[in-house]
């Protein structure tokens, strides 16, 4: 284990030092990457210019849910963005290629590049969070500061897992891959606005299924102490970690039946 | 004349070749129209109107919004981008017809399919699912359709032009990236420009980007009628040739420089 | 037990074929037919098809790519598909078409990549990249970006990655591809010394001919996912090598002979060149009989190119024959 993390530190230095080399250009499309992510705020900017508050939420409040999922995608598209080529390896032979280094395939795939312009958007997403944070009137206990700091990581796993286990259908059909986009794309999207504003069977199938809803609406709400506008069990606030642990293991398991599934259908 | 539709055919025929990634597109247009509608129709619990649209506009707009999409295809369109890239251009410049006309005509023919197959079924789940408006006028269907056209030809302009950037840029992801989402925001497709405030407002219609997605959208909804309709088209039609135009010297200004350096 | 066993190995796809506007057509290619053979530690076997007759399927299934749909593989004990990681630290792959190197990185750098991938000792890891910076003249690139290296350096780099790590078994797909005849020639001294001083094992499969007469002892013939051919280099020419060809410079230019059980393939001045069955007339005789004819100012005796007999395997002539 200690081999492989130093391994993926070795694999994303030679990464990174390939990116720095051209500092003026890392700079400016980091820059570039934050202000295009930024948009999607100016987005909730402009619906909160038209209407006080959002199905009884207000605009800091749905900086906070913004904020939260900003910068777990982020952390996300950081580790995982590469999966997104995953279609393109699978067609050109590249993905054969891993399969006779001996390390695991998803390994190789999460350790093959490193964005650093991705931090852009982690950037602004750490802007606006800290803006809500600032402007919201928070009752702050350890328990809520510790929650805070903990969603992150864990939100993180949630859709890194989500993002695994979807893009397995290019191990079936290369062309199906944007199927994989309506969930981590469109997940993202999801998880910027509270849940009560969708209906029930969107919250069932992206809020749960999908396990979106512990992403960010959750944790908001312990965080703020507001009570859920869809009057479900307070303990579902604290859920992030275990619906974490059972979303990665479903991911790798996903993962390797995907991969043994290519192995037989033809390389 | 004939020529434009044999290339029209091809670009029709090249994306029905793959069904899957036809389907799979869908599918994710449908996904995020549902996620938008929500999120639109929540404005709605406090005000009646907003911006010029009811609630079942509201939820028209995103519907058709999500068709236009892939028919206007505003991210990540890099036909002729790829081709300078490669040097495969100069094949192109060989032969005795003009590579934008060929891409335009072809692009026609591809948006034909998409509005077919990535416009009309998103279309139908929104209309299965809520309460939609619809032109009540054959004459507004027909402008909507032509509507449509014209906004396709003025997005094939955009996507021209920051294409043929490629002769001196080496990388166009960072023009696709910045390109995608002023293309999203100020087209009125995340958001209807009537939301904006006005300072916003007034930057997105000095730009050619609500001429591909809010135009077509309020013909459909019946915020723009009558009269209007004309003038609507007319203005589309007044950017389409500006941005031609455009692509047009700014590809000749590219091919130019091509030939005295020998890419 | 060999190093590599294959035994009665089958590979179907399913193939789905447009048949009218909306019906599809199913149906099942049977890519790898029915193979089996067995290689020993130590060899250098050549293996060779025509496209599309398995070879890939083969490799593939080899190296623990793809899973067999029947029949039973062992490479180096192991079972390519179930064990891939413990496969893959014993097996060094290189394509000729494909790059493995990373390529905005200098050399040297991909090579320390592979050495962390693979997990090779430092000790292990300078005493081998010494050796091959030695044999294949490596320093004047080392630092360059593999971008900028020509094919023959390219080639040469990833020759080094793929035996940095002691391989057992070396599959090379292609290696020689697009190189000049000296390159060539590097290359297979490369692999002929890595076999001969580290006991490396090779299965080698390409287009190349010549790849195959000068390092391999062993050829393996594939063709419609079955093995039509497993056995020496030397004893397939002495098989379906049966015809030779005659060249002979005359004295004086004129027509091209008429003989008996040999015909003229092709004159340019003075110098014919003359086929003939060896099984039906040896070059003695074919000599004496040019001779009276024609002064004759000098002759060689040309061996049967490989080239040919293959073809002639491919094109079927062989398919009589016994030995498979």
Redesign the interface.
Known sequence: MGDTLALYGHLIAARIRAQLQYRGSFV??TV??AV?TF?DF??IL??F???????TWSQPEIALLYGISALAFAITDLMVGQLDWLSNWVRDGTFDQMLLRPRGTLFQIVSSDFQLRRLGKAAQGLVVLVYALSVLPIEWTPLRALLLVATIPVSAVIFISIWVFTICIVFW?V?????A???SY?GQ??AQ?PMN???RW?RRF?GYLVPIAFISYFPALYILGKPDPLGLPAALQFAGPLVALVAALAAGRMWRVAVRHYQSAGG | MRTDWEIARRGFARYAA?P??TI??A??NI??G???A??L???Y???DV??GYDPSAAVTYVWIGQGLLMTIWTWGWVEIALRIRSGDIALDLIRPIEPLRVALAFDLGRATYHVLFRGVPPFIVGALVFTLVYPRDALVWLAFVASVALAVVVSFGFRALYNAATFWLLDVR?MI??S??AL??FSGF??PIS???DW?AAIARATPFPSMVQTPIDIFVGRTTGLDIVAALGSQLAWALVMIAAAQAVFAAGVRRLVVQGG | MALIEVENIRKDFVVTRKAGRLRRERSVVHAVDGISFTIERGTIVGYIGPNGAGKSTTVKMLTGILVPSAGRISVDGLVPTEQRIPLARRIGVMFGQRIQLWWDLPLIESFELFRHIYSVKAERYRENLASFRELLELDPFLETPVRQLSLGQRVRGELTAAMLHDPEVLFLDEPTIGLDVVAKQRVREFLLRANRERGVTVLLTTHDLADIERLSSRILIIDHGKLIYDGDVEALKARYGTERVLVVDLEEPGPPLRLEDARVIRTEGLRQWIAFERDRTSAARLVAEVAAQAALRDLTVEEPEIEDVVRRIYRGVAQHAPNV
Do not use: S
Request: proline content about 3%.
């Open positions: 400016l499309e570039g990457h295009v948009l100016v987005v402009v619906l210019a038209n209407v006080p508050r959002l199905a059909t062309d199906g891959k944007e199927v986009n309506a969930f469109g999207f999801f606005f504003i969708y209906d969107l992206l | 793959y899957a990634a799979a597109g599918f994710t996904v995020f549902f996620v938008r929500y999120i129709l929540a404005l619990g406090q005000r907003i911006g960072g990236m910045v995608g989402i999203n925001l995340l958001v939301f904006f405030p916003l």
